[in-house]
């Protein structure tokens, strides 16, 4: 793995470059720059991932994190240091090092992170006395302890701890605070150092363990995050570090809801020819109108707030083909997903595309994550799984920047779905397998 100096903070450097000085290009060297200008550019790395999601890049940077192979901020940001680490895990996968994952590498870039995830028990919590949000790796120190001045986390034998502080100072700057932190404990050899008026990173050797500080304030209150572990766990918990650093929200502040989109576009799935329609909960929230076409309007008769689906009918509808929902597998690693994206991007269309998903645990809800995040329209896709039967349902969510810990779009399970249709009276899951017949677009308009 890198050095930890490279862990968190990610410097960009702009410098002007000078112009070299060129003889006068001959007629033909003209004719040759003028072919060249005219080719369009070859598309970077950077363009490719760019062209992603935000969410979607977060996803990314810390499941290669979660490798060993990314060691910079969480936080979606486009970088070099992020198409290096790309690079770097094709060729330690055997792979042509290109700075683009193709979907079967992300597939299993995604189910390793979530292995590693899983093995540490990477969980995001808030501490009950600072109210600080962070990421613990709950298998790794499943040992909590609390008092007035902070949370500690330990392993078992004390070889891994995470230290929690609160405090209150008068007129902190984090200079000072970075200063005090070198002196205290006795002992602790520096051998990094971050200094932003916004925060302090320090790192280095605390007698035979290393150790990492992060630390920040706002008013009079300070708020210090300390990893203390063995060196002989490096390769275990250096990963966790870095998680665990763009996880850290020592002051967090309740996020406002997004907004509504006056027109929402969303997937929803036939599942009786008397008109039942599964779909995603909040693109149907607030509806002054729902369209499904070409059948017409749509009521809204149930929810279930807990999985966010709903159930819409129309009425006097001819048609409509159901899909079958009898069958499902459990476990797979990658489905399909059918489903209808937003007009703008398919040029106004309303065509049912086909993409591939990579599945890991969401949580402990039975909720499944999926990578990559679909396409907006997409939102109440039908899932299918190899054999062609009903996996569930795909869902969208709002971005919430924490560290990559929170899925951007998630599977809602085949049974769940049934569950929630037969507690609403329908129960005729008979239908074709054909998923691309059976799914329609659902247009909310709102106010």
């Given at each position: 793995?890198?050095?930890?100096?490279?862990?968190?903070?990610?410097?960009?450097?702009?410098?002007?470059?000078?112009?070299?000085?060129?003889?006068?290009?001959?007629?033909?060297?003209?004719?040759?720059?003028?072919?060249?200008?005219?080719?369009?550019?070859?598309?970077?790395?950077?363009?490719?991932?760019?062209?992603?999601?935000?969410?979607?890049?977060?996803?990314?940077?810390?499941?290669?994190?979660?490798?060993?192979?990314?060691?910079?901020?969480?936080?979606?940001?486009?970088?070099?240091?992020?198409?290096?680490?790309?690079?770097?895990?094709?060729?330690?996968?055997?792979?042509?090092?290109?700075?683009?994952?193709?979907?079967?590498?992300?597939?299993?870039?995604?189910?390793?992170?979530?292995?590693?995830?899983?093995?540490?028990?990477?969980?995001?919590?808030?501490?009950?006395?600072?109210?600080?949000?962070?990421?613990?790796?709950?298998?790794l120190v499943p040992q909590q302890?609390?008092?007035?001045?902070?949370?500690?986390?330990?392993?078992?034998?004390?070889?891994?701890?995470?230290?929690?502080?609160?405090?209150?100072?008068?007129?902190?700057?984090?200079?000072?605070?970075?200063?005090r932190e070198k002196k205290e404990?006795?002992?602790?050899?520096?051998?990094?150092?971050?200094?932003?008026?916004?925060?302090?990173?320090?790192?280095?050797?605390?007698?035979?363990?290393?150790?990492?500080?992060?630390?920040?304030?706002?008013?009079?209150?300070?708020?210090?995050?300390?990893?203390?572990?063995?060196?002989?766990?490096?390769?275990?918990?250096?990963?966790?570090?870095?998680?665990?650093?763009?996880?850290?929200?020592?002051?967090?502040?309740?996020?406002?809801?997004?907004?509504?989109?006056?027109?929402?576009?969303?997937?929803?799935?036939?599942?009786?020819?008397?008109?039942?329609?599964?779909?995603?909960?909040?693109?149907?929230?607030?509806?002054?109108?729902?369209?499904?076409?070409?059948?017409?309007?749509?009521?809204?008769?149930?929810?279930?707030?807990?999985?966010?689906?709903?159930?819409?009918?129309?009425?006097?509808?001819?048609?409509?083909?159901?899909?079958?929902?009898?069958?499902?597998?459990?476990?797979?690693?990658?489905?399909?997903?059918?489903?209808?994206?937003?007009?703008?991007?398919?040029?106004?269309?309303?065509?049912?595309?086909?993409?591939?998903?990579?599945?890991?645990?969401?949580?402990?809800?039975?909720?499944?994550?999926?990578?990559?995040?679909?396409?907006?329209?997409?939102?109440?896709?039908?899932?299918?799984?190899?054999?062609?039967?009903?996996?569930?349902?795909?869902?969208?969510?709002?971005?919430?920047?924490?560290?990559?810990?929170?899925?951007?779009?998630?599977?809602?399970?085949?049974?769940?779905?049934?569950?929630?249709?037969?507690?609403?009276?329908?129960?005729?899951?008979?239908?074709?397998?054909?998923?691309?017949?059976?799914?329609?677009?659902?247009?909310?308009?709102?106010?």
């Open positions: 793995m890198r050095s930890m100096s490279a862990a968190i903070v990610v410097f960009i450097a702009t410098c002007a470059s000078a112009q070299a000085q060129t003889p006068a290009p001959t007629a033909g060297a003209k004719s040759k720059q003028a072919t060249a200008a005219a080719r369009p550019a070859l598309q970077t790395p950077s363009d490719t991932a760019n062209a992603m999601g935000q969410s979607e890049r977060m996803s990314i940077q810390a499941d290669l994190a979660w490798v060993g192979q990314y060691n910079g901020a969480i936080t979606g940001d486009v970088s070099e240091r992020m198409v290096e680490a790309i690079k770097e895990y094709q060729k330690a996968s055997g792979g042509r090092p290109t700075g683009v994952l193709n979907p079967k590498e992300r597939m299993v870039l995604a189910e390793t992170g979530r292995r590693r995830r899983e093995n540490a028990g990477w969980k995001i919590v808030t501490d009950a006395a600072s109210g600080v949000q962070l990421g613990i790796p709950t298998k302890t609390s008092d007035a001045n902070g949370t500690k986390w330990s392993s078992p034998t004390g070889t891994i701890q995470v230290l929690l502080t609160r405090r209150k100072e008068a007129n902190p700057t984090t200079a000072k605070l970075a200063d404990p006795a002992g602790r050899a520096v051998d990094y150092t971050v200094v932003k008026p916004d925060f302090f990173v320090l790192s280095g050797l605390q007698g035979l363990k290393k150790f990492y500080v992060r630390g920040t304030f706002k008013g009079d209150e300070v708020r210090i995050l300390t990893i203390l572990y063995d060196q002989a766990t490096e390769n275990t918990v250096e990963p966790v570090v870095i998680a665990m650093s763009s996880a850290f929200n020592p002051f967090p502040v309740k996020a406002a809801p997004p907004p509504r989109k006056t027109v929402e576009y969303g997937t929803g799935v036939v599942v009786s020819e008397d008109g039942a329609i599964v779909a995603d909960r909040q693109v149907t929230d607030e509806c002054l109108a729902i369209t499904v076409p070409p059948f017409g309007n749509a009521d809204r008769i149930a929810e279930d707030k807990e999985h966010d689906l709903a159930l819409l009918r129309v009425y006097g509808a001819h048609g409509l083909k159901p899909l079958s929902l009898t069958s499902d597998t459990a476990d797979k690693a990658s489905i399909e997903l059918i489903g209808i994206s937003d007009p703008q991007n398919q040029s106004g269309g309303r065509a049912a595309s086909t993409i591939k998903a990579a599945v890991t645990p969401a949580g402990s809800g039975g909720d499944l994550a999926l990578s990559p995040t679909p396409a907006a329209g997409f939102s109440g896709a039908a899932a299918r799984d190899d054999g062609g039967k009903f996996a569930g349902l795909a869902l969208l969510k709002p971005a919430v920047a924490t560290g990559a810990a929170s899925a951007q779009s998630v599977l809602v399970s085949a049974a769940a779905v049934r569950e929630f249709l037969k507690a609403n009276g329908v129960s005729a899951y008979q239908g074709a397998n054909d998923a691309a017949s059976a799914v329609v677009r659902v247009i909310c308009v709102r106010k």
